[in-house]
Antibody
Framework: EVQLVQSGAEVKKPGESLKISCKGY????????IGWVRQMPGKGLEWMGI????????KYSPSFQGQVTLSVDNSISTAYLLWSSLKASDSAMYYC??????????????WGQGTLVTVSS | QSVLTQPPSASGTPGQRVTISCSGS????????VYWYQQLPGSAPKIVIY???QRPSGVPDRFSGSKSGTSASLAISGLRSEDEADYYC????????????FGTGTKVTVL
């Protein structure tokens, strides 16, 4: 069974750095796209970025380019989402997703349970 | 800000048919596939329609998708209480270097 298991909730202060993780189980981690979706409180879904672990090809949404960094550690089938300096507006639920891309669309077939990030002074 | 526009809400009584629209442009819906996701309260989303009108296994045939030009629709027939959720369309957008966008989302309420 395919599973994406995310790290636990985080409470941080503005300006701090943060790395959250997502470990894939039950499938070939390196040959499936893995991405991140943000959901701010009471709001809709927003694509942040997506990466192909085998060759580290990464695509960022223009809204998130330069704001976050995606990375992976293929040896432990884990994807990461990194912030170097958090802002209060980064407070949100973050989902990691497994996705299938075919040149005309992206099919998210598995979602992690979500990691809630709260940034407050 | 999303480039795919959905009505904020839709509602119906049990057994009725509800339709949700998703309006885009030639760079997204007009030239790429549309996907629909259901998000039940307090849960992660799950896909209900892919490639415009295909249903993943396990999704009831009460859910159907269609597309015409730069708009797409999700229909839920025989509405049930467990269909009360937020629904999001999504599509690849050629103007974003082949990146995807989600719609603004529609809250479906079963009266």
């Amino acid at each position: 069974e395919v599973q994406l298991v995310q790290s636990g909730a985080e409470v941080k202060k503005p300006g701090e750095s943060l790395k959250i993780s997502c470990k894939g189980y039950g499938y070939s981690f390196t040959t499936n796209w893995i991405g991140w979706v943000r959901q701010m409180p009471g709001k809709g879904l927003e694509w942040m970025g997506i990466m192909y672990p085998e060759d580290s090809v990464t695509k960022y949404s223009p809204s998130f380019q330069g704001q976050v960094t995606l990375s992976v550690d293929n040896s432990i089938s884990t994807a990461y989402l990194l912030w170097s300096s958090l802002k209060a507006s980064d407070s949100a639920m973050y989902y990691c997703v497994r996705a299938l891309r075919d040149g005309s669309g992206t099919y998210i077939d598995n979602w992690g349970q979500g990691t809630l990030v709260t940034v407050s002074s | 800000q999303s480039v795919l526009t959905q009505p904020p809400s839709a509602s119906g009584t049990p057994g009725q048919r509800v339709t949700i629209s998703c309006s885009g442009s030639s760079s997204n819906i007009g030239s790429n596939y549309v996907y629909w996701y259901q998000q039940l309260p307090g849960s992660a989303p799950k896909i209900v329609i892919y490639r415009d009108n295909q249903r993943p296994s396990g999704v009831p045939d009460r859910f159907s998708g269609s597309k015409s030009g730069t708009s797409a629709s999700l229909a839920i027939s025989g509405l049930r209480s467990e269909d009360e959720a937020d629904y999001y369309c999504a599509a690849w957008d050629d103007s974003l270097s082949g990146f995807d966008v989600f719609g603004t989302g529609t809250k479906v309420t079963v009266l």
